[in-house]
Every structure is written in C-alpha cells, then in structure tokens.
C-alpha cells in the first residue's frame, strides 16, 4: 500500500474493528506461519507477532515495508502478485486485512494466496461493504462520491456486497467458515461515545446490528475462510 493510504488508515483499536476481529479469529499462534499481505508500515503485523505467530510480511511500498522491517517484520517487498507466484514457503493462515479491493485482479490474487496454504490453513480476508446503507441511500439521492477513505475510498478498484464477496470466495475454491461484519465507525464522527462510559452503550448497539443485518449495516466483512 503507499504511503498516503499507510497514513489514512492507522491501526484500529476498537474492539470492534477490523484488525481487532482479525487478531481475534486469528488467535495464539504458538509459532505458527501467517503472511500479511499488503501488511503496510507492519501494525497489524505487529499485533499479530505479539501474539505468537511467526508473521512475513508483502508490501510494495519501500518505505512502508522498510519502517515494517525495522518493527521486526521479516518483509518481501513487491507486488502481491509477484510476491506468491515466486514463494515457496507456505503458510497456516494468510490475512488480506483491507487490501483485495485494492488489486487489479482480487481473485487472482486470492488463488494464487490459497496455493501458498498449509493443510487446514486458513485465510482471513477484511473488506467493505459497497451494500451498506449510507451508500444505499446515496444512490437513492443519485450521488457516488469518491472520499479518501471509507467504503468509496478514491484508490479501490473493487467494491463487494455480501453475496458478490462469497461469489468471489467460492471462485477460488475457499470455503467461508465464519463470517463477521463490523459496525460503520460512527465514533470516529463522535468521539465522546467513548469517552462518556453511559454512552458507550451506542455503539455495542451499532456493533449489534452490524451483526445482525449484515447485508444492510455491516461496514466491513470479516471472512474466515479454509481451502478445500
């Protein structure tokens, strides 16, 4: 990822957040091997080291993966696509943490991830949802306006609903064995629901539904998914 979209989208320390549902699906890894591609500056990457896993990383960005490297990531710098078709270790689980929408050829890329697979390794993939209700209602009003970051971020080139993230899954012959979303970050907006500890109650609530009507109020999808 460059620079600029390292710096628009930090680590997510929401319990609710993506990176925080993926160290969570993720777990202990007790040495295990897992690739972050796409893993940008390495926080992430980090996180997930901290908790056990022996963690390579991809990224294009020299200096996002050299500042990845100096946090003690071992990196391979370089496309995605470059980087799996000439690898040959393999690996337990690899994590696509708000990168497919980015890629010229997502499928291609996921298919090639899944060659990279060790036995019962799994990939956990985190992803917009184009379907969610403040676009939706966008649309209603005949706008689709580009933002720097966000479900309309100006530098993806894909957009997922639910049903078209499974299509996508089922074509490189994955299977979705969980399937998270995550709230719309609405305390970002409004700061003070986490700061107000009463008002911290909103967002469980926004968490809440996010789960329960994926397809109209998850922000993001948190797939698991395990080869065949």
Known sequence: MSNSIAERYPVKSDRHSSHSQ??????????QQLLDVGCARGH???????????VTGIEYDPQDAQAA??????????????ALSN??????????????????????VLTLAKNRLNPGGRIVISIPNVAHLTVRLQLLLGSFNYTDRGILDRTH??????????EMIAQANLEIVHLGATPAPIEEV??????????????????????????????QYIAVTKGP
């Open 22 to 31: 993926i160290l969570t699906v993720c777990g202990d890894g007790n040495g």
């Open 44 to 54: 992430l990457s980090t996180a997930l080291q901290n908790q056990g896993w022996k």
């Open 69 to 82: 490297q100096e946090a003690g990531i071992s990196m391979i710098v370089g496309t995605a696509e470059s």
């Open 87 to 108: 690898m040959t270790d393999t690996f337990d689980v690899i994590v696509f943490a708000d990168v497919l929408e980015h890629f010229v050829a997502p499928l291609e």
């Open 157 to 166: 080139l894909h957009f997922y609903t639910k049903r078209s993230l499974r």
């Open 190 to 219: 409004l700061p003070v629901l986490r700061k107000v500890k009463p008002l911290r109650a909103i967002l469980e609530f926004n968490a809440f539904t996010a789960r329960a009507w994926k397809s109209l109020l998850a922000y």
